[in-house]
């Protein structure tokens, strides 16, 4: 590896790595037998199957996930209360740079992707934030170390087989408040900076989606999300449906439509369940849906009402196009620290008992590996949440063991074949609408491909009509915009010291692409991106 370290890479489903620091863009390996190699076999929906996991806490921290990185600052001397990453960014100060850097380089390795491979998986999804691209004002994050540690993963991936699942996970002004959307509190897509902070992540996908859909990087970063976990309740079906349409003609402006055109462009479906996107901009190019169950998996196939999960997804296979698990666990209740965020925990007596994982006996051990095969295969292409937990120095071990894949695996309540899933929800609810593979022709980028309705297009326009938490008609012109001129950054790409005249690309495919980036508007004083509910209204328009 980089760090002089060796491992033997034991693969016993038939993969392979390949490589050749000289041609770094060469064919790479075969993650099992069955999965098609990156850059010379065509991945197909509805022949492959997507068996992967998250490679969460990584490039966006989440307190459960690294409980040691937050531990160390969790008492510090400004008493600032550490929750998140914008709060654990302040806390470490001068050392940030450094503290960051060795969590990106310590706590996802190449060997991971080895051993992710072995364990079956072919591909991940990488959740990263904004600050990847750059941050503004006072937001503390590190900016562009983690694309830094991103270009490795790509060629980790490439390496040994698998394909990359891009997450934009954490959203200016925080899609849904939660600790891993970069800050706990308000959100992006309601109050007062709503609008605003939408348009400056359309340019941030115009980024990603030119970047990765360069001819060195497509064959391995083949799905882009737009968004993590949209708090739908929160932020209203009129602003999450607009923001996904505005979203969608943004990255298909960039890319052009139909087969090998861009990224797949997957969708969070802002836990409804997949039946109430059918219909949702039909005809679209290649748009897929990203379903979360975590409220309901746990009682899966055990004859509650959550088997439904099974039914939905090939439903939604069948009617809308490519469907996928893009968060699941193992998880039967919200035992962990820090699971829940910084604090006290759950009040369930018995999480003492299930973070003990070291003493679950057979008997527990099979009956969760009941629950992991019942989601995997309810759920067909899916992203277990998440490869791994790491140790907490307080406890001097992992906590939230059903959140951990690689733990799983070790104790047995992850199959060491994740294709010993299939068949298991037929097998409980005897029939279960199986999905026969065929996608709507315009989900894989076929026929008729970008053609959306015009229904869709004029019912869904951006900037929407109305805004959470209550602004209609006049309210909306006074709202804060930005204006569409600015200069576009771009990503940079790798340097290989084995190959320094490699062509690694210009970090933007699609050179008549020259649209502006959004900006703030010159003279315009903007409230707080980040404080939008409790903002003051303005009084006085001052718009792009």
Same mark, same amino acid.
């Given at each position: ?89 302040? +806390? ?60 490795? +993963?790509?060629?980790? +991936? ?6 990359? =699942? ?195 006996? +057979? ?154 980036? =959004? ?26």
């Amino acid at each position: 590896m980089e760090d002089g370290t060796n491992f033997t890479y034991m693969n016993s489903l038939g993969g392979d790595w390949a490589a050749d620091p000289t041609q770094p863009f060469l064919p790479g390996g075969k993650a099992q037998s069955w999965s098609p190699r990156v850059g010379a076999e065509e991945w197909i929906w509805g022949e492959n199957v997507a068996r992967g996991v998250n490679l969460g806490g990584w490039l966006v921290t989440e307190p459960f996930i690294v409980p040691s990185l937050y531990e160390k600052y969790v008492n510090n001397s400004q008493n600032i209360t550490v929750l998140d990453e914008w709060t654990l960014s302040l +806390a470490m100060g001068l050392d940030l740079a450094s503290e960051m850097g060795h969590h990106y380089e310590t706590f996802i390795t190449e060997q991971d992707f080895a051993e992710i491979a072995a364990a079956g998986l072919n591909w991940v999804r990488i959740p990263i934030g904004f600050w990847a691209i750059e941050a503004i004002n006072d937001e503390p994050f590190l900016v562009g170390t983690s694309w830094t540690y991103f270009l490795k +993963a790509i060629q980790w +991936a490439r390496k040994y087989g698998i394909r990359i =699942y891009l997450d934009l996970h954490a959203l200016p002004g925080s899609q849904n408040g939660w600790n891993h959307s970069g800050k706990s509190g308000d959100l992006f897509g309601n109050g007062v900076m709503g609008i605003a902070n939408a348009q400056r992540t359309l340019t941030y996908l115009r980024i990603l989606v030119e970047f990765i859909s360069q001819d060195q990087y497509r064959d391995v970063v083949p799905v882009l999300g737009i968004v993590n976990e949209i708090l739908w309740g929160t932020i209203g079906e009129t602003s999450v449906q607009s923001f996904y349409y505005a979203a969608y003609d943004t990255i298909r402006q960039s890319t052009g439509i139909g087969s090998g055109a861009g990224p797949y462009i997957a969708i969070h479906e802002g836990f409804q369940g997949p039946a109430i996107w059918e219909g949702f901009l039909s005809g679209a190019d290649r748009l897929a849906l990203d379903q979360h169950p975590f409220p309901l998996q746990y009682l899966a196939f055990m004859g509650d009402t959550s088997s439904e999960w099974a039914i939905a997804t090939n439903r939604s296979s069948k009617a809308f196009g490519i469907t996928l698990g893009g968060e699941f666990s193992t998880a039967i209740n919200d035992c962990g620290l820090w699971l829940n965020g910084i604090g006290p925990g759950s009040s369930n007596p018995e999480c003492p008992m299930w973070d003990d994982w070291a003493s679950y006996n +057979a008997s527990t051990i099979a009956s969760l590996k009941q629950v992991t095969l019942a989601t995997m295969d309810a759920l067909q292409n899916f992203f277990f949440w998440t490869w791994k937990i790491g140790n907490s120095t307080v406890l001097g071990t992992s906590s939230s063991p059903l959140w951990h894949y690689k733990l799983g695996l070790q104790q047995g309540w992850v199959p060491l074949d994740p294709r010993d899933a299939v068949g298991h929800c037929e097998s409980v609810l005897n029939s279960s609408e199986i999905f026969d593979g065929s996608y709507p022709v315009t989900a894989t980028g076929g026929a008729g491909a970008g053609t959306v309705l015009p229904a869709q297009t004029s019912s869904h326009v951006f900037p929407p009509s109305s805004l959470a938490p209550s602004f209609t008609g006049t309210q909306m012109t006074l709202l804060p915009t930005y204006t569409p001129t600015g200069t576009v950054k771009t990503l940079f790409a790798p340097s290989f010291t084995s190959a320094p005249l490699a062509s690694v690309g210009t970090g933007w495919n699609n050179t008549a692409d020259t649209s502006s980036a =959004y900006v703030p508007v010159a003279g315009c004083s903007y409230p707080d991106s980040w404080d939008a509910v409790n903002t003051s209204f303005p009084t006085t328009p001052c718009t792009g």
